[in-house]
């Protein structure tokens, strides 16, 4: 019984260093995209930029609870797949809102091209609480020529007391998908 008793507090304090460390962690910057996923991108397309499209993704970086007296904060990572077997994606805009539609963060000095099946991410801190409880990401993209739709999604992890939570949300089409 002592040694069951000795775990579960090692285990405690374990998760407690852990959650102190992940608060540490600091949102991802403007301009590290092409630095942190040098792998996945590829030279822009020559071709002129014919199809495009833009996702609308809410992501909750702060929830209310417990009719308002208790506040959520979760970190985010949004990610955005080309799911292109063929052809690169282009990213023109990565942009990050608050609950008042205030941008607080653009992530892309300038376009990328995203390889055939490659992924990027973008990463919220826990404690990075700007976006608050109405936060939401806007990506624009564009392809020469048709492409498949690309998938966007954003995961959302947190822990209230004792429990941990995750959830995702996916991005909606807030513009037509096609040739210009």
């Not at 990572?77 to 023109?92: F, I, M, Q, R, W």
């Not at 954003?154 to 209230?160: D, E, F, I, R, T």
Request: hydrophobic share 45%.
């Amino acid at each position: 019984m002592c040694h069951i008793r000795a775990g579960g507090i090692f285990l405690a304090i374990l998760s407690c260093l852990l959650t102190l460390r992940m608060g540490e962690a600091v949102a991802q910057g403007a301009g590290s995209i092409e630095q942190n996923f040098a792998s996945s991108l590829t030279a822009m397309p020559s071709e002129n930029l014919a199809a495009s499209g833009a996702f609308y993704v809410p992501v909750y970086s702060s929830v209310t609870m417990s009719q308002g007296k208790l506040r959520a904060d979760f970190s985010a990572t949004l990610s955005v797949h080309n799911a292109s077997e063929t052809k690169p994606l282009v990213l023109k805009r990565i942009a990050y809102f608050d609950t008042s539609g205030k941008m607080v963060e653009s992530y892309l000095k300038s376009p990328v091209a995203l390889k055939p099946f490659a992924t990027i991410e973008i990463f919220i801190a826990t404690a990075d609480t700007r976006g608050g409880t109405g936060a939401n990401f806007v990506v624009d993209w564009a392809a020469a020529g048709e492409i498949a739709e690309p998938v966007v999604e954003a995961l959302m992890v947190g822990s209230v007391g004792p429990g941990h939570y995750a959830f995702i949300t996916q991005g909606r089409p807030i513009r037509l998908v096609g040739k210009n």
